[in-house]
């Protein structure tokens, strides 16, 4: 099984920078798209970005493309979301996710997800 473990969440105000962290324990994450999700209260989890297995190809939501970028390091077993430029909009609960597709953005197409870690941008 994959267990997945978000950090890196916190307080930040507009127009800064934040970079959460996924890491994997148990079976290795190099099989997998990663992705991020992340929910607000009472609003449906959302699609954030994804990348393949390899980190060749990367799929952004139209709402964070120029401003955030997912990356990851298979050695490390570490899934990254750098996200700059942060908006109000942006405050969630984010979300880690392992799927056996390619760049997927559907959430029932990940198996895996992390507990969650708060983002919170003020303005």
């Known amino acids: 099984q994959v267990q997945l473990v978000e950090s890196g969440g916190g307080l930040v105000q507009a127009g800064g920078s934040l970079r959460l962290s996924c890491a994997s324990s148990?079976?290795?994450?190099?099989?997998?798209?990663m992705g991020w999700f992340r929910q607000a209260p009472g609003k449906e989890r959302e699609f954030v970005a994804t990348?393949?297995?390899?980190?060749?190809?990367?799929y952004y939501a139209d709402s964070v493309k120029g401003r955030f970028t997912i990356s990851r390091n298979n050695a490390k077993n570490t899934v990254y979301l750098q996200m700059n430029s942060l908006k109000p909009e942006d405050t969630a609960v984010y979300y880690c996710?392992?799927?056996?597709?390619?760049?997927?953005?559907?959430?029932?197409?990940?198996?895996?997800w992390g507990q969650g870690t708060q983002v919170t941008v003020s303005s």
């Open positions: 996710a392992a799927s056996p597709g390619h760049v997927p953005s559907i959430d029932y197409e990940y198996d895996y």
């Open positions: 990348i393949s297995w390899s980190g060749g190809s990367t």
């Open positions: 148990g079976r290795t994450i190099n099989v997998y798209a």
